[in-house]
């Protein structure tokens, strides 16, 4: 039995407020053990299983442009391509398969052949990540063992799953708000906002099944797309934290 899960949700450059919410619980003396994520909070799932702490992250993560992660496809299955980010990862996450990890990690991909959420725990690292964050449209399928996948979220944006039961109390770490919106540009911002509300639907009962629950309004007005604010969306994870550890400090003696 662990003690303290996290589950970090999928929400592109919004994920930056996982570092944040990381460094304030471990300013408070709480250090997940355990740890579940899908798309962006995979990618900072696997960095923090890996023996990083939250400012290396972000200090790696946020040096580079939306050219440095991003590059454009031929639009057959896919408009962009994440060669850059695939670079980065492999650059610096130090475990190549999940049993080098200093923490278990569990990583949510959906099965696109099979219509059903995949919790990679074995394998490689980075083809899960990849995998988990590959948003549809935006984003060609990732193909591992000839399955094709696509962004956990588009299952489970928040993967309690495969923490319940194994962890005396489980911390949830949610990025992707869903407010009001206007104006509908271009097709990136169409595919993006459709995906946000996609990716929200079972969002509030789920919260209900967190120990301690974080979701920042203020992320709503922040491009999933764009890592441009990182220092901004970090800050709004570990001020969110701050104070709704100063809320439930009982809950989670």
């Known amino acids: ?3 303290t899960g996290i589950v970090l949700s999928g929400g592109g450059a919004r994920g930056f ?3 944040g919410v990381l460094q304030a619980l471990n300013e408070a003396g709480i250090f997940p053990d355990c740890i579940s994520g899908t798309s962006a909070g995979s990618i900072a799932g696997a960095f923090y299983a890996d023996g990083y702490k939250p400012m290396e992250i972000l200090e790696i993560l946020s040096k580079n442009k939306r050219l440095d992660y991003l590059s454009f496809a031929i639009p057959k299955d896919g408009l962009l391509e994440m060669n850059g980010m695939v670079k980065i ?6 475990a190549k398969t999940f049993k080098d990890l200093k923490i278990p990690l569990y990583v949510a991909a959906t099965d696109l052949n099979h219509g059903k959420i995949k919790y990679f725990h074995h394998g490689s690292v980075v083809e899960a990540v990849v995998a988990s964050s590959s948003i549809p449209v935006v984003f060609k399928p ?14 489970d944006n928040l993967p309690i799953a495969p923490l319940e ?9 949610y990025v992707n708000p869903v407010g009001n919106q206007d104006h509908f540009p271009n097709l ?8 946000s509300l996609g ?28 890592p441009d604010k990182a220092l901004e969306i970090y800050e ?8 709704a550890l100063k809320k439930s400090r009982r809950r989670l003696m």
Not at 143 to 154: A, C, H, L, P, Q
């Open 236 to 243: 709004i994870g570990y001020k969110a934290t701050q104070l």
């Open 199 to 226: 990716v929200a639907k079972d969002i509030k009962e789920k919260a209900k099944r967190f120990d301690l629950f974080i979701e920042p309004p203020e992320l709503e007005k922040y491009n999933i797309l764009n």
């Open 165 to 173: 039961k194994k962890c005396r109390r489980i911390i949830g770490s």
């Open 17 to 19: 407020s996982h570092l």
């Open 142 to 155: 990732h193909i591992i063992n000839n399955i094709y996948y696509v962004d956990g979220g588009v299952m």
């Open 89 to 94: 990862i492999e650059k610096h996450l130090r």
């Open 188 to 195: 990136f911002v169409i595919a993006e906002r459709t995906f």
């Open 1 to 3: 039995m662990f003690q």
